[in-house]
């Protein structure tokens, strides 16, 4: 059985697993029988709008595995979506713990966007996007304060970050992709309030 905290500052394994259930409570019991009956970390396990639950797993690969069809059983007629990537590119769990190390003095060459109508969209565009190109994922925000809807920030250099948008963008099916965007030297001011979000150190953007 797992003890872990649900604000771990790090996500142990190379797996993740997320699940999104149309019900709060049946979210929680789900959570629950995760942790319980896998021994995996509990990375994420909250309410979204609108009126949604998102379960975030991490752990070995046979142990996530394990937990997802857990919560595939448990979870029953309520599951909305889920996603299991076996192999996560190591960036996806400090940006899914929102313990990304900023540094406020770095002048960015370029900045990319992509916003998705679903939180597991988002963590498998993400995924596609940082193992496709060279480029930093500088943020990962998920549902909350956001309507349900999810996006990502990649940082680098141009001709980079366009490729990372472009192979993000192409896994994702089903009308799930809102839009995606790139700017080019973006302004000192823009960076420092997108990434206060990213810094653990001030207000966890992501939990409002």
Same mark, same amino acid.
């Given at each position: 059985?797992?003890?872990?905290?649900?604000?771990?500052?790090?996500?142990?394994?190379?797996?993740?697993?997320?699940?999104?259930?149309?019900?709060?409570?049946?979210?929680?019991?789900?959570?629950?029988?995760?942790?319980?009956?896998?021994?995996?970390?509990?990375?994420?396990?909250?309410?979204?709008?609108?009126?949604?639950?998102?379960?975030?797993?991490?752990?070995?690969?046979?142990?996530?595995?394990?937990?997802?069809?857990?919560? $595939?059983?448990?979870?029953?007629?309520?599951?909305?979506?889920?996603?299991? $990537?076996?192999?996560?590119?190591?960036?996806?769990?400090?940006?899914?713990?929102?313990?990304?190390?900023?540094?406020?003095?770095? @002048?960015?060459?370029?900045?990319?966007?992509?916003?998705?109508?679903?939180?597991?969209?988002?963590?498998?565009?993400?995924?596609?996007?940082?193992?496709?190109?060279?480029?930093?994922?500088? @943020?990962?925000?998920?549902?909350?304060?956001?309507?349900?809807?999810?996006?990502?920030?990649?940082?680098?250099?141009?001709?980079?970050?366009?490729?990372?948008?472009?192979?993000?963008?192409?896994?994702?099916?089903?009308?799930?992709?809102?839009?995606?965007?790139?700017?080019?030297?973006?302004?000192?001011?823009?960076?420092?309030?997108?990434?206060?979000?990213?810094?653990?150190? @001030? $207000?966890?953007?992501?939990? @409002?």
């Amino acid at each position: 059985m797992s003890t872990a905290s649900t604000r771990p500052t790090a996500a142990a394994g190379p797996a993740l697993g997320l699940v999104e259930l149309a019900s709060v409570a049946r979210g929680m019991v789900t959570a629950d029988a995760m942790v319980k009956r896998a021994l995996v970390t509990l990375v994420r396990a909250h309410p979204v709008t609108p009126g949604k639950f998102v379960v975030l797993v991490a752990g070995g690969e046979e142990e996530v595995a394990q937990a997802m069809r857990v919560a $595939l059983e448990t979870a029953a007629d309520t599951l909305v979506d889920r996603l299991y $990537l076996p192999k996560a590119d190591p960036q996806l769990a400090p940006a899914l713990c929102s313990a990304v190390q900023v540094d406020h003095t770095l @002048q960015l060459d370029s900045l990319g966007i992509v916003e998705t109508f679903s939180v597991a969209s988002a963590v498998l565009s993400a995924d596609r996007a940082v193992k496709a190109a060279q480029v930093r994922l500088v @943020q990962l925000r998920l549902a909350r304060g956001l309507g349900g809807r999810a996006f990502y920030l990649l940082s680098g250099e141009l001709h980079q970050v366009e490729a990372g948008v472009e192979a993000g963008s192409s896994i994702i099916h089903d009308g799930m992709l809102l839009t995606t965007e790139i700017i080019a030297r973006p302004h000192p001011d823009l960076l420092r309030e997108l990434l206060a979000a990213s810094d653990p150190r @001030q $207000l966890d953007m992501s939990r @409002q």
